[in-house]
């Protein structure tokens, strides 16, 4: 079974729930949100078969997994002591855009180098990440978490699809693309 069809059966189980998307329709209750980060991450790691990297850093080995909301825009975060290192490695990690519909019956995943997106996002964010944690900066304009974020039209627009699942069905895969950004 390929890392598509394996991503596939999870996305099935445990994103697109079927029953419990109906379940919190039938009760007026929220959806979006309802899949946590890091089922996205699982996700991530069954389309790259790659495993995770710890706690600080990429998700998984050499990947960094993002998810949004279709039209939304892709969150980065950095923190005091480990965000310098996290903004290099990201230049160096590839990047697995994962989009999503309100009800998570549609996804769309693209795929980038980090070095494409280094010089526009962040090389760029460097001096703003250390302005963000200068000490002799008074405390009220730190923030306490730096983040920047890739808007969904610049992957869309930039980003290698690799699958699209519409209305819970798996309509688009190219089992190539994993293979080729694996081996960077």
């Known amino acids: 079974m390929s890392s598509i069809d394996k991503a596939y059966e999870f996305y099935l189980r445990h994103i697109y729930d079927e029953e419990k998307i109906n379940l ?11 899949v946590p980060p890091v089922l996205w ?14 706690s600080t850093g990429a998700d998984l080995q050499g990947w960094e997994v993002k998810s949004a909301k279709e039209g939304g825009s892709y969150e980065y975060q ?27 019956k549609d996804v769309v995943v693209r795929v980038m180098s980090g070095s494409d997106l280094t ?44 699958l699209k699942i519409e209305d819970g069905r798996l309509v688009f895969r190219d089992d190539n693309v994993i293979p080729i950004f694996n081996k960077v």
């Open 24 to 34: 919190l329709e039938e009760h007026n209750l929220k959806i979006p949100g309802s």
């Open 41 to 54: 991450e699982l996700f991530g790691a069954l389309l790259t078969e790659r495993s995770g990297a710890g």
């Open 78 to 104: 950095y923190h005091l002591n480990t965000g310098a290192a996290k903004l290099k490695e990201d230049c160096i990690v590839n990047h697995l855009f994962c989009t999503y519909s309100t009800t998570y």
């Open 119 to 162: 010089d526009i996002f962040f090389k760029n964010w460097e001096p703003e990440y250390y302005s963000n944690y200068d000490d002799s900066a008074p405390k009220a304009q730190r923030r306490q978490r730096f983040r920047k974020s890739i808007s969904f039209g610049y992957v869309e627009t930039h980003g290698v699809l690799l």
